[in-house]
């Protein structure tokens, strides 16, 4: 299968290029970024030399349609959401990265994002691609919209909880934390070296774009409009987040029993790992891989539950996913090319 | 005046030297540190040359009464609360950077320290060394217990809006980062580089002997039991500690309003500031510094009012409030010794 | 076919496990750690779930031959040397990542290492694995003696020139720096975190035992006795490796030329990357992979050359090396279960 | 005494205003940033708030020169190249921390540098401001030229032995590793954390600007001209640098004489710690603070020296010896403003 890349001068995008290249069932076949065209892959990154295309391409819609089997964005807010409707109709399935499809309404996209909504029409036909929670509509879709890092750690963690109505959704409060590679490849003074070593910052307090992402899963899932305590901080790593979530339980309920709901819940979704009694993930045990591992807390003291969540933000919350979601659109196992263990240390 | 300190092999105690190195008016005159008895300062601390004394020494409680205007512990749970008490009926001033004598109930002690307690008539004494807080009684002190790191990053952040009424502080949640350093020189997996680097992770949910700490300030300075729900994090850095702090407003609130109400009550605080609307305070701007930062954000959406705190955890979280303390018992100015601008980068 | 790890509990044989995991040819089969026989894998190493062994076993030498198609060594200096020759006439072959059979003199080995000499028999039969060197007698030992990290680095960037006989070998000097994965999983303060984060130190100067390794491997190639300058840094990272060599020319050459040296001699060779000119490699540019990059930069003013060459040093360094033996041990290709991109960032 | 700053908005100017808040002697009375004028000092770097001024200004000489007893430039090069000469006539001492003014010949500014040189009356007015050597020039020097951070490091390691005649200079090799504050303030992808983090590179080898100032110094000292071998690398830390420098002995000299030999030389030199036998100097050991510390290596199998400088690059190689040469300048103590202990850890 030929697999294309639009805006691979990012991590997402090269993330995207490492987990291809050793994907059993595909091949990459052209590499967009326009503002690297007609320079060469190996200039622009060293370390990739095992990779079959060679250079950067300009965007060139109509010929992208024809030579590839799925083409992956990877580009910033405002490009796909311009781009992928005039590939909707040729019949290529989409696999968006970027924020410009997850929302249905197009006026809280425009409030959140800063730029011009998609069409209504793609937005409609768009697919949230939360692999666990979605996959049915995946299998058809046309256009999936992958989930955003903090959106996949906080959901995975959150609605099992939610969905089973043992917790109260209007006092969630989520702390998240990320590293820089979250912040992209662009420089700036927030992600330069000397500012962000040795420092931990808070940034971006109830205005995080990822907000009403969260919001819409939630209040989908649970039938009614809900609205979230979402913090979030910079952390001195190059890969990995984590979501602390804090929630009320409606009633009291033991700790070795939550942990049983997600176990059963999860049982059979092999990125998912719900720790045991006692443990607590960090986010170097998924560093480099898929996995989601979930740890839970009971305070019998509040009544609340804490909910600790971690993934590799650029694999489980933006290329790693955006694979298993490919694999759900094709059939093929959701586990090829992403079996791939944590790298520890 | 001079100084001694017992524990000085810990990173607490060598913050203690550092400062005290260049205070106007101390000099420091025993160091203390059993397992290091008889060794050479230097040998151990070989950045350490400037320092008036040579050699670690055992501990011997009469001579260390007869040469000490001041005597700081900086000892693991359990040691000054043995040691303490045979001290206190000589005349000199203590200051405890260990937890021993923070609570006032003996059995809570013994339940989250897992050490006997300390005797009660210490426990007594003791006055609980929060600057800001309790400079009347700190003067007279000559116990003093000098607060946690959490504990002061947390209650120099919540008292201002809990002591006012405008929250609710029963929906107190508190989400804690912290650097290695906090977690002191014993080596040990969880502070070994390969496993801490690049790695976020979450420890003692629910159970941190802090918690009491906490509860008893608020519940003393409300009027009434308060449980809080305290989570902590390792963050890979060495100094540094932000505490995240979630809570209900009583009334709708302005971002404004808040911010004000904290500037004033601070007004003659020189090591509290607070951040102007839209400012969040980073652990690197208070760096090697006796500053607290606080940054304030009210979400109408949940009539939520976020709290972020930061200090450096060694100095206002350790040695650096440990210095004001002294400064407020002996009559020096404040700042006296303290006046370090953060070290930026 | 089934391979066998005596030394699981370290940072080697953890990242042998991460290889032989996705290695197509491979299952693991037992894994030997006796200070953890009888415990669950998972719950020493909560982030490795997917593995076919549940448990950590005892070391028994007659049941590990039985069971096994190719033994590794991961432990520290003088345990393979006392067990691996007791299992050398059972027919295994044996893959040793220690130190215990580099070196060819028994003398040297206790000098250095200050563990009794394997016995000399063994020391004979042990085939030093280089795979870029001596892939010839690899392709049929019985005991490989997988070399060190810093030896890897060194004589891979080293080799080209001084064969040719361009260089002054006398005149070598070889600056190492090293992360901290290196210095294994034991803790200590020289690798706890607070002291070695945001620090470079310099380690154990003209005294590594790695200093014999490069000398013997040297002289071997060229014919006559080498001492060179060896010098080891620690730098704050986890994985990676570089080595910054200096060597006079013997006559005028230009960096094109010598770039052409290396490039004709590694055509051939899928792990080593030599660069183009003006290009220099860094660590993270083979961070997680098997690749050795090389950079070359002639210069003319003291007609010297330096070599950078980077590897990570849990991979060529060590795990990636051993199965890149194992390959060639028994005839699969040579990138089997290393084709791995770097991850990157 | 009234300082003024030009160009504060980088890391040296930001250093020397952490060290002139606490100088005993000294107000800060300007800090010109031109592409911050008419900002307040605290909106750029909000750590900042005991600051006396409040604005940045433009740059104004002769205002500059008339409100200041003594001026510090910490700009890019070229820039006090143009403007120094102007304030040189008006009888106000400058400190330049660029590199404008330490080549004597203006042919070779222009060669390594890539700006026009400043004129050559202000070349050879320039003193250089390696305090340990040319103290008595810096006393009356109208114009110090501060050294680089690198030929700091370097020539402080390097000159005991080169003078006394020991050691043959043209074997010198001289690799040096540098923290990323050394980079600067403007961001670049060298400097962008997720690139830098986590990885060792090497940069400008044999193309770095102070190859020529040490050079000059080394030739000035020894009375012949000298090509060095000197390469650079990054390494992922914010503040320090270190250089291992290797050096033929010309007879054989015990390790023991060697240091005796520095020892006596930096016996009167508070900021110079020369280590005993056996230890070797780190980074953190002088960060924070005004120190270099060297460890000295006789390897007798090759009978070269190995020579380990370690300085904070922000400090002792930059704004920490512009503090130092003012005082000297002034006749203040040596140490005014400069008794900081290490920050440690």
């Known amino acids: 299968m030929k697999a294309s890349?639009?805006?691979?001068?990012?991590?997402?995008?090269?993330?995207?290029?490492?987990?291809?290249?050793?994907?059993?069932?595909?091949?990459i076949n052209t590499i967009v970024?326009?503002?690297?065209?007609?320079?060469?892959?190996?200039d622009v990154f060293p370390h990739l030399t095992n990779i079959q295309v060679s250079q950067f391409e300009a965007l060139d819609i109509e010929e992208l349609a024809c030579e590839s089997d799925v083409i992956f964005f990877a580009?910033?807010?405002?490009?796909?959401?311009?781009?992928?409707?005039?590939?909707?109709?040729?019949g290529v399935p989409i696999i968006d990265l970027s924020g410009d499809f997850r929302l249905k309404n197009g006026d809280l996209y425009e409030k959140w994002y800063n730029h011009s909504s998609p069409p209504e029409g793609a937005l409609t036909e768009?697919?949230?691609?939360?692999?666990?929670?979605y996959s049915e509509d995946i299998k058809s879709a046309n256009l999936i919209a992958n989930p955003g890092c903090y959106p996949t750690a906080t959901l995975l963690g959150l609605l099992p909880i939610i969905q089973k109505g043992w917790a109260d959704p209007s006092s969630l409060i989520i702390d998240g934390k990320?590293?820089?590679?979250?912040?992209?490849?662009?420089?700036s003074l927030t992600a330069h070296y000397s500012e962000v070593n040795e420092n931990?910052?808070?940034?971006?307090?109830?205005?995080?774009?990822?907000?009403?992402?969260?919001e819409q899963v939630i209040s989908n899932q649970i039938g009614e409009n809900v609205n979230v305590s979402f913090s979030t901080h910079l952390v001195p790593l190059t890969r990995g987040?984590?979501?602390?979530?804090?929630?009320?339980?409606?009633?009291?309920?033991?700790?070795?029993e939550v942990i049983e709901l997600y176990q059963s819940i999860y049982k059979d979704h092999?990125?998912?790992?719900?720790?045991?009694?006692?443990?607590?993930?960090?986010?170097?045990g998924v560093s480099g891989s898929n996995y989601c591992d979930i740890g839970l807390s009971v305070d019998p003291r509040t009544n609340r539950l804490t909910i600790i969540s971690v993934i590799d933000n650029l694999m489980k919350g933006a290329a790693g996913q955006a694979v298993q979601n490919m694999n759900l659109r094709f059939g093929y196992p959701e586990t090829a090319g992403l079996s791939l263990s944590p790298v520890f240390p």
Not at 241 to 256: F, G
Request: glycine letters at 10%; hydrophobic letters at 35%.
């Open 5 to 27: 890349i639009v805006g691979a001068s990012g991590y997402s995008g090269l993330e995207l290029i490492r987990l291809l290249l050793s994907h059993p069932e595909v091949e």
């Open 33 to 42: 970024s326009p503002s690297n065209a007609g320079t060469n892959v190996h």
């Open 75 to 90: 580009t910033p807010a405002g490009v796909s959401g311009q781009s992928a409707p005039l590939l909707l109709n040729k």
């Open 126 to 133: 768009a697919v949230y691609g939360l692999s666990e929670y």
């Open 178 to 187: 990320s590293g820089l590679s979250g912040a992209g490849r662009k420089t």
């Open 200 to 214: 931990v910052s808070a940034y971006k307090l109830g205005k995080h774009q990822h907000i009403p992402e969260i």
């Open 241 to 256: 987040m984590m979501c602390s979530m804090y929630v009320n339980l409606s009633h009291d309920r033991s700790e070795a």
């Open 270 to 284: 092999p990125f998912i790992r719900v720790m045991p009694e006692g443990n607590w993930p960090s986010t170097k």
